[in-house]
């Protein structure tokens, strides 16, 4: 069965850094994937959509890049503040061609002043 | 623009009784509908999609049930709930066909004691 995953270890960064998310999926091959950002207690909020055919996507400071032979996807924030400090989550496809997104559980993002 | 609503915010209810969650979308005609659930530490799961008035889709079999009205109505539903019930309750919206980006609610915070 399809398989996302995402580290679930906080990622500590420093204000100012570049900070790198991964997400993986496995058993299947998604045509498009999304990543959303969720603050505590509240909605998921969608950032960026990317397609298989697009090697990157970016929105100002947002980059996503979607490698369908490594089955990964990469989320880039430049010049990361305080305010970014969110659970990022990665949402590929369902299998079987839906147009429904499948949620990975996220990744904690903190970046320190 | 477009705004989705749910109610309530919070709830605390006791094993047995029954359950009624409301969403409502504003601004969009025919969009897709979506109830999920995010339990603690956990990734969205997702309970109900609707495509239109009358047709409701389940992922999964639990003792929920879902509801939709009108055009812009999303009712998730239970007849007698489990201390399991407990968690983050999120509606959603797409546009209709095949729109893949999801705009979410705020949320029900469901205690179940």
């Given at each position: 069965s399809q398989k996302i995953e995402q580290n679930s270890e906080a990622l500590n960064i420093q204000e100012g850094k570049t900070a790198t998310l991964t997400c993986n999926y496995t058993n299947y091959s998604p045509a498009y994937l999304q990543w959303y950002r969720q603050d505590p207690g509240r909605g998921p909020v969608f950032l960026l959509l990317i397609r298989e055919n697009e090697k990157e996507k970016r929105k100002e400071?947002?980059?996503?890049?979607?490698?369908?032979?490594?089955?990964?996807?990469?989320?880039?924030?430049?010049a990361s503040q305080p305010a970014d400090s969110a659970t990022y989550l990665c949402a590929p496809d369902a299998s079987g061609g839906s147009y429904i997104p499948t949620f990975g559980r996220g990744t904690s993002l903190i970046v320190h002043p | 623009s477009q705004t989705i609503h749910q109610w309530p915010a919070t709830l605390v209810q006791?094993?047995?009784?029954?359950?009624?969650?409301?969403?409502?979308?504003?601004?969009?005609?025919n969009p897709n509908l979506y109830w999920y659930r995010?339990?603690?530490?956990?990734?969205?799961?997702?309970l109900f999609y609707s495509v239109g008035i009358g047709q409701i889709s389940s992922?999964?079999?639990?003792?929920?049930?879902?509801?939709?009205?009108?055009?812009?109505?999303?009712?998730?539903?239970?007849?007698?709930?489990?201390?399991?019930?407990?968690?983050?309750?999120?509606c959603a919206w797409s546009y209709g066909r095949g729109g893949r980006e999801q705009y979410f609610g705020p949320g029900t915070r469901l205690t179940v004691t």
């Open positions: 400071r947002l980059k996503v890049t979607f490698d369908t032979t490594l089955k990964q996807s990469l989320f880039h924030i430049t | 006791p094993v047995g009784s029954p359950l009624s969650l409301e969403c409502t979308v504003e601004g969009t005609s995010q339990a603690a530490g956990r990734g969205l799961q997702l992922e999964v079999p639990q003792n929920l049930s879902a509801s939709r009205p009108q055009d812009r109505q999303f009712i998730l539903s239970s007849k007698k709930l489990l201390l399991s019930d407990s968690g983050f309750y999120l």
